[in-house]
């Protein structure tokens, strides 16, 4: 089956957006937790998951008198204005824009952010996100049961494309979503990982008949070739 879709993750797969998360997160652990600073060993259970998840590993991790909920609405008010400034991936614009008008795909954003945050994080590139992106789920829409590694979300995002995740390719950096967007059921997963978790993205086991998962440095080594058997 042709592919047909393109869906992106959006923090640190087109947004340079999780030096901010932690700038922000580690502001009310200062304030309300025990001071201790921000460590892989935290982080890594934390990217790409739900709000609702990475909240409370913050809150029980760093010992934060705060809810998970009263940590979230605090850490937020800390993003509002770093948001407005946040840039591209590397050769993350490049590429919707060729998944858009080289490969003539329907693209859409699965973001775990809320509705509020990708909003402001969106304010200033209203322009690309009119001319690339076709839709955009966020990780508040009430469809999602579960989120990700659950693969709600791309399920979700290919249905308001009017496709199937078989006919989908999903771009993702963070292990919970890479896990997701296999699980959905995609035909290519590309994954462009951090550094510390490559190796872990390298040894998920998955049907390699079912999907095809590609590990990219960066975006920008995304090339239409790599799924032009499909086109």
């Given at each position: ?46 990217v790409g998951t739900s709000a609702k998840v990475h909240c409370k ?66 304010c200033n590139i209203k322009e690309w996100l009119i001319e690339d ?19 709600d979300i791309f399920i979700i995002a290919a249905k308001e494309l ?70």
């Open positions: 089956m042709d592919i047909k879709g393109a869906i992106f993750d959006m923090d640190g797969t087109l947004l340079n957006t999780e030096p901010i998360y932690d700038l922000a997160a580690q502001k009310v652990i200062d304030e309300y937790g025990n001071g201790d600073k921000i460590t892989w060993d935290v982080k890594q259970y934390v590993i913050f809150v029980d991790s760093y010992k934060i008198n705060l809810t998970p909920e009263e940590f979230e609405k605090k850490r937020d008010e800390y993003l509002i204005a770093p948001f407005k400034t946040c840039k591209f991936m590397k050769g993350a614009k490049e590429t919707t824009h060729k998944c858009k008008y080289e490969l003539n795909l329907k693209v859409a954003i699965a973001t775990s952010s809320s509705k509020f945050n990708f909003d402001n994080k969106t992106i076709d839709k955009v789920v966020t990780g508040d829409d009430p469809r999602i049961k579960k989120g990700k590694p659950a693969p009017g496709l199937e995740p078989k006919e989908c390719i999903i771009f993702e950096d963070a292990l919970s979503g890479i896990n997701a967007a296999i699980s959905s059921g995609a035909k290519y997963v590309i994954a462009i990982p951090d550094i510390r978790q490559k190796k872990d993205v390298e040894n998920i086991k998955y049907d390699k008949v079912q999907t095809k998962l590609i590990i990219l440095n960066s975006m920008d080594e995304f090339d239409i070739k790599l799924i032009s058997k499909d086109r």
